[in-house]
């Protein structure tokens, strides 16, 4: 065997980048469960002081610190052997209510990788993983990681790239938020307009009861219902809007979902479905983007679809074409992108 040494050392220096990312994974959602990352941007630290500060013992916060400053997450001054963060570092890693909020992409994919046996399983047999069946952990981590794009975009950007949605959600629009999870993206939509009366649906039982919590717990409980229905069984007609979130692509008959759709929308009623960002073509998805996409697909997305009747498995990486032609055989008529992020592409689709 040939083995040509600089590509091999070149391979060996991804391979030291990954195997580092993927230890680390787990000292994130550590600093995410004890605050670590919001104590830290207090002020600068030494181990000593921030297990004072923390209530942490010491030995675990000097091999944690210094892990996070080798990964860039925390800075390190030789000098005090103090620890500190940056105000980029703060303003990704602290607020979990913030635009950005790193550390819930790693709850996410540990609750993901907890399902490896499965999966592999699921690879021998051609059979499906549900989303029900992972770890909980994996519905919390989800709205972590997705909730911030929607906080940042939704109102500012998504929203007004739609033809007359604001409109309509500011006079009092009747909207249906399909694929809810949590609920995380209802709520948003139900604080920005007050006037909006909206559904959200779910066909996950126990994340519904957290969606429900939630919206008590903002104070929209009045006007945001939930129900257990999948989204080719949600109810309610007449709807302004209907909404479905990084969920289309999951779902194992997105056919007959986009045809309940089709039939639940009022007649100038506008299908918001937002999507991960990515292009047609798989040669066009060879960059980080894609591989984060692909690998949470093959764990998540792709199991999901097929675990469910219907026969489709779109995966997380479905392109554009792929999505236009389900909501076009499902009857619609006007399909365009509306607006984009480097993680999501959002889709206008009316009758």
Not at 196 to 209: K, Q
Not at 234 to 239: A, L, P, S, V
Not at 258 to 264: C, D, E, I, N, P
Not at 268 to 288: I, K, L, Q, S, Y
Request: proline share 5%; glycine share 12%; with cysteine.
């Amino acid at each position: 065997m040939a083995v040509d040494e600089g590509r091999l050392m070149d391979l060996l220096g991804k391979f030291v980048g990954d195997m580092g990312a993927t230890a680390a994974a787990g000292n994130v959602v550590v600093g995410h469960r004890l605050g670590l990352y919001a104590a830290l941007a207090q002020g600068p630290a030494t181990p000593e002081e921030f297990a004072g500060r923390t209530g942490c013992h010491p030995r675990y916060l000097t091999e944690w610190l210094r892990g996070q400053a080798a990964g860039g997450y925390v800075e390190y001054d030789a000098a005090t052997g103090a620890f500190s963060m940056t105000e980029e570092q703060a303003f990704a890693l602290t607020d979990p209510n913030g635009p950005v909020y790193l550390p819930g992409a790693f709850v996410l994919a540990l609750a993901m990788l907890r399902s490896e046996p499965a999966i592999t399983q699921a690879f021998r047999t051609g059979e499906g993983v549900g989303w029900h069946e992972h770890h909980e952990d994996l519905f919390i981590g989800t709205e972590l990681f997705f909730r911030p794009g929607y906080l940042a975009n939704l109102t500012t950007n998504w929203l007004p790239a739609l033809d007359g949605v604001v409109d309509k959600l500011i006079d009092g629009a009747a909207v249906a938020d399909i694929g809810c999870g949590l609920g995380a993206s209802t709520v948003l939509l139900a604080q920005a307009y007050p006037r909006a009366r909206l559904v959200g649906s779910d066909y996950h039982g126990p994340s519904i009861e957290r969606a429900r919590k939630a919206a008590a717990e903002a104070g929209v409980a009045s006007r945001v219902g939930f129900e257990e229905a999948s989204a080719q069984t949600f109810t309610g007609t007449g709807y302004d809007l209907v909404t479905s979130f990084d969920c289309l692509h999951d779902m194992g008959d997105p056919l007959g979902a986009a045809q309940h759709v089709r039939g639940a929308l009022a007649d100038d009623g506008t299908w918001m479905v937002v999507e991960p960002a990515a292009a047609d073509r798989p040669e066009d998805n060879m960059n980080p983007v894609g591989r984060l996409y692909y690998s949470a697909s093959t764990f998540l997305c792709v199991p999901n679809g097929l675990s469910q009747p219907g026969g489709y498995a779109l995966g997380a990486q479905a392109g554009e074409a792929a999505i236009r032609q389900v909501a076009t055989d499902a009857g619609f008529t006007r399909f365009r992108r509306a607006a984009e992020t480097p993680f999501n592409h959002v889709y206008e689709i009316r009758p």
